[in-house]
Nanobody, 117 residues
Framework: VQLVESGGVAVQGGGSLRLSCTAS???????MGWFRQPPGKEREVIAQ???????MYVDSVLGRFTISKDNAKNTLFLQMDNVKPEDAGTYFC??????????????WGQGTQVTVS
């Protein structure tokens, strides 16, 4: 499965943007997630969605970001509202399989850059 992210732009603090991740094959049976890697820091998962559409968010984005997917279009989204400077970084999408209640990520996109001014 190949994943291609898009939608990363420069945005002002308090603004909104939506990231997309399009998969080369169907992913409706997979768990999927969005990861963020701030400059000089490690990559961390910030939102996940399971094959049952259950979602998970880290505290720093809860209430501001929304993960969703369109199975018909093999596309994962991340709606980002009230963006803060600390949201800047490279955003990656990933797809995996559920193992023991956790998502084991197997496929990764190349990332898209979000800049916050």
């Amino acid at each position: 499965v190949q994943l291609v992210e898009s939608g990363g732009v420069a945005v002002q603090g308090g603004g909104s943007l939506r990231l997309s991740c399009t998969a080369s094959r169907t992913t409706y049976k997979r768990c999927m997630g969005w990861f963020r890697q701030p400059p000089g820091k490690e990559r961390e998962v910030i939102a996940q969605i399971g094959s049952d559409d259950r979602t998970m968010y880290v505290d720093s984005v809860l209430g501001r970001f929304t993960i969703s997917k369109d199975n018909a279009k093999n596309t994962l989204f991340l709606q980002m509202d009230n963006v803060k400077p600390e949201d800047a970084g490279t955003y990656f999408c990933a797809a995996g399989v559920s193992v023991g209640g956790k998502c084991s990520y197997v496929y990764w996109g190349q990332g898209t850059q979000v800049t916050v001014s």
